[in-house]
């Protein structure tokens, strides 16, 4: 099945860790993005990725670092500097990266603080 | 820059009704309009989309009108199912900025049975 692959679904991380979130695609997508999702909020863009070895920082880019080496691999790093990471991260595809396209989502992964 | 508002924020219907649930949007040279449903532990998942050159589109019981002068965009769910019970967000695409497609807030519709 063609799809999205976030993992894990739930994550902890302890104060002034790091912590990487996986993404993989095998939709032949070229564009990828990464969302934070609050209770009662809508997402919010942290980075996307139009093509490989090149990503923007979307709205709320402080405290996250992304990586595109690979076509089908959209990796987001969570670091010491963002202070308030408990949050539900999506993670999506689309052909291409002009918005003009449908977005497909993974499930997700619940980051909590221990 | 470009801003969507979703109204309301709930929303509850008898299964049997229709649901309408209403987004504007500022930016007038959006021109891609999804919609995506999410229910509770999952991704959202696209359920209809509309582009600016058309006024309606329907797929069996879920429409999207966009009314270009007015700047703001509807999902209509006619016949609801307690299935239909989720949160649904709208989308606007924004051509300035850094993000390529705005969300609203979100609805969490309930159909009661």
């Known amino acids: 099945d063609g799809g999205i692959t976030q993992s894990p679904k739930y994550l902890f991380r302890k104060e002034g860790q790091n912590v990487t979130l996986s993404c993989e695609q095998n939709?032949?997508?070229?564009?990828m993005y990464w969302y934070r999702q609050d209770p009662g909020q809508g997402l919010r863009l942290i980075y996307y990725?139009?093509?490989?070895?090149?990503?923007q920082k979307g709205d709320i880019a402080e405290g996250y670092s992304v990586s595109r080496e690979k076509k089908e691999s959209f990796p987001l790093t969570v670091t010491s500097a963002q202070k308030n990471p408990t949050a539900f991260y999506l993670c999506?595809?689309?052909?291409?990266?002009?918005?003009?396209?449908?977005?497909?989502f993974g499930d997700g992964t619940r980051l909590s603080i221990l | 820059g470009e801003n969507v508002e979703q109204h309301p924020s709930t929303l509850s219907v008898q299964e049997g009704d229709s649901a309408v649930i209403k987004c504007t949007y500022s930016?007038?040279?959006?021109?891609?309009f999804p919609w995506y449903k999410q229910e509770l532990g999952k991704g959202p998942q696209l359920i209809i989309d509309?582009?600016?050159?058309?006024g309606e589109k329907k797929d069996q019981r879920i429409a999207v009108t966009l009314n270009k002068t007015a700047k703001h965009f509807s999902l209509h769910i006619t016949e609801t199912q307690p299935e239909d019970s989720a949160v649904y967000f709208c989308?606007?695409?924004?051509?300035?900025?850094?993000?390529?497609?705005?969300f609203g807030k979100g609805t969490r519709l309930s159909v009661i049975a």
């Open positions: 999506a595809s689309s052909i291409d990266g002009t918005g003009n396209q449908p977005q497909h």
């Open positions: 939709l032949n997508h070229d564009a």
């Open positions: 990725s139009q093509i490989v070895n090149d990503f």
């Open positions: 930016d007038s040279a959006s021109n891609y």
């Open positions: 509309i582009r600016s050159n058309v």
């Open positions: 989308a606007a695409t924004r051509n300035s900025g850094n993000t390529p497609l705005v």
